[in-house]
T-cell receptor, first 113, second 116 residues
Framework: GENVEQHPSTLSVQEGDSAVIKCTYS??????FPWYKQELGKRPQLIID?????GEKKDQRIAVTLNKTAKHFSLHITETQPEDSAVYFC????????????FGQGTTLQVKP | GAVVSQHPSWVICKSGTSVKIECRSL??????MFWYRQFPKQSLMLMAT?????????EQGVEKDKFLINHASLTLSTLTVTSAHPEDSSFYIC????????????FGEGSWLTVV
């Protein structure tokens, strides 16, 4: 079945440094790749997404890159701040525009002041 | 953005009883809703896809007779956990999409279920 692998499971960085989280997906027909930030006990919040016809997308301190050939996509956070500390999930949605998301395992990001 | 609301936010029930969780799209018609379960410190696991007016499609390993899903209207889907057991204790989250949401997926606030 469809599978999304996410690494690392935990990431600790110093405030101001960059953080990179990587995901790979198994379904070559996947065409939508969102990233979510989740704080404890709350709903996932969409922070950025990318579609398969684009290789890179940036929104202020956050960027996502997609390599369709290798079936990899990555989240880049620059100039990290303590409030960036949370659990981040990548996800992929298959073809057919069903909206069905398969999530990665999550990365706990800790930004130390 | 569009709003998806879940109720209740948290519920405690006795083992063997059933509990119903509601997921509502407040400002758009949700043709499709999804139900996820999330155990502490784990990822969101898709349980089922709910399409308005038809039977839900369950993911492999999810018992459809235990987790009853009803999507009778374009703004409401319900998840009923039947004969709940302590191992069913989890965070249940719905998401919804539809033409009115731009086909973007919106998540509900989630519902904490504790079975004692």
């Amino acid at each position: 079945g469809e599978n999304v692998e996410q690494h690392p499971s935990t990431l600790s960085v110093q405030e101001g440094d960059s953080a990179v989280i990587k995901c790979t997906y198994s379904d070559s027909a996947s065409n939508y790749f969102p990233w979510y930030k989740q704080e404890l006990g709350k709903r996932p919040q969409l922070i950025i997404d990318i579609r398969s016809n684009v290789g890179e997308k940036k929104d202020q301190r956050i960027a996502v890159t997609l390599n369709k050939t290798a079936k990899h996509f990555s989240l880049h956070i620059t100039e990290t701040q303590p409030e960036d500390s949370a659990v981040y999930f990548c996800a992929s949605a298959g073809s057919g525009n069903t909206g069905k998301l398969i999530f990665g395992q999550g990365t706990t990001l800790q930004v130390k002041p | 953005g569009a709003v998806v609301s879940q109720h209740p936010s948290w519920v405690i029930c006795k083992s063997g009883t059933s509990v119903k969780i509601e997921c509502r799209s407040l400002d758009f018609q949700a043709t499709t809703m999804f139900w996820y379960r999330q155990f502490p410190k784990q990822s969101l696991m898709l349980m089922a896809t709910s399409n308005e007016g038809s039977k839900a499609t369950y993911e492999q390993g999810v018992e459809k007779d235990k987790f009853l899903i009803n999507h009778a209207s374009l703004t409401l889907s319900t998840l009923t956990v039947t004969s709940a057991h302590p191992e069913d204790s989890s965070f249940y989250i719905c998401s919804a999409r539809g033409p009115g949401s731009g086909n973007t997926i919106y998540f509900g606030e989630g519902s904490w279920l504790t079975v004692v």
